[in-house]
């Protein structure tokens, strides 16, 4: 994927359409017999991986959480930290002390995700149209 991405296939929101077949072409040539297919198979890993990658984007915003760069997993100062924000966040089940590909995550959704101050949350949102 990092290989397929360019301007060519970046859009605001995500990927313009003949991305995941671009992917699906070139995981072809790599991995001979390899039988996954654009869609559902690429797609929704990618789906999964975008969800995943908001998760670790958010939690590393709170106090209590942080980022390990060696191990490239979700640190956290106290387990019981962890089990209650697995209560508010179904998605973050399961992947406190597991490793991801944040750093390619970075390069392949940053740019489809607001962060830090531009980031707004659906009350925010509703206040600011409200007033127009």
Partial sequence: MMECISDKYRAHNGFKPGFFNEVEKEL????HGMTFKEQP???SKVKNWKEKYGVIL???R???FGWNYTTNSIIVDDENVWKE???SNSKAKGMNEK???????QFLFGRD?????????????????ETY
């Fill in 58 to 60: 958010d939690i590393t």
């Fill in 41 to 43: 198979n690429i797609e």
């Fill in 85 to 87: 924000y697995e209560k």
């Fill in 113 to 129: 995700m607001a962060i830090d101050e531009m980031a707004e949350d659906a009350a925010k949102v509703e206040e600011v149209v």
């Fill in 28 to 31: 072809k040539k790599r991995l």
């Fill in 99 to 105: 490793a991801f590909m944040y750093k390619s995550w």
């Fill in 62 to 64: 709170l106090s209590g």
